[in-house]
């Protein structure tokens, strides 16, 4: 399989630790009210940069100092606007997976890591006996609405598909993770396939 090859200078990006795992070509809304996080939106919108999200492995989700995997996902705020309290609503989508090095963290809590981002994989195609879950992606999708049918596909390939799939579904953290850190897309949706049989 053909890939991008891996961009070597290391770069120095906010990191958002959180109890999510997101995938390229995912979409992720959040609510922001935290002042360090409030100042990462500033920043990255002014400069026009990409934030890191990555997982929490240890530590809390608001307050404090929380450390993450050390596989990431590059997220580019798309839409956002100012709601009731001093609550800042985004929309951001998920571009990039990165490896998390060296994580600096300033005085007011906000956390800046150096990353160096991971290649893309070619798309696959979905083979016949697992054409159910473009069928499921795509109930999950119109039932989810806004902003979610954003990312429906007429034609879906694998790595669409379990992307989606995995980042949607009510899935273990562990299993989101080891899903986003499968770089086969058919092999990535064959693993998504066999937890969802194994749940029936």
């Known amino acids: 399989m053909e890939t991008e090859s ?4 290391p770069e120095r990006l906010a990191l958002f630790p959180l109890n999510v795992v997101l995938f390229p ?3 992720l809304p959040l609510r ?15 400069s026009q940069q990409s934030f890191v999200v990555a ?5 809390p989700e608001a307050g404090g100092v929380a450390s993450t995997t050390k596989t990431g996902t590059l997220a580019q705020i798309i839409d956002w606007e100012q709601g009731d309290e001093g609550l800042l609503h985004l929309l951001c989508r998920g571009e990039q997976c990165c490896r998390i090095g060296d994580v600096e963290v300033e005085a007011d809590q906000l956390s800046w890591a150096r990353i160096e981002r991971l290649p893309l994989a070619s798309e696959s ?9 473009v069928e499921l992606l795509d109930e999950l999708l119109e039932k989810l609405g806004e902003p979610f049918d954003r990312v429906h596909l007429p034609d879906p390939g694998a ?11 009510p899935l273990p953290m562990v299993e989101k993770q080891a899903l986003l850190e499968t770089t086969d897309p058919l092999e990535r949706l064959r693993r998504l396939a066999g937890l969802l049989h194994t749940g029936d």
């Open 6 to 9: 891996v961009t070597q200078v």
């Open 25 to 27: 070509g995912g979409l």
């Open 32 to 46: 922001i009210f935290e002042p360090r996080y409030l100042r990462m939106v500033s920043e990255c919108m002014r």
């Open 55 to 59: 997982p929490i492995v240890d530590g």
């Open 125 to 133: 195609q979905i083979p016949d006996e697992l054409q159910w879950m």
């Open 159 to 169: 790595g669409h598909v379990s992307a989606r799939l995995a980042e949607l579904l």
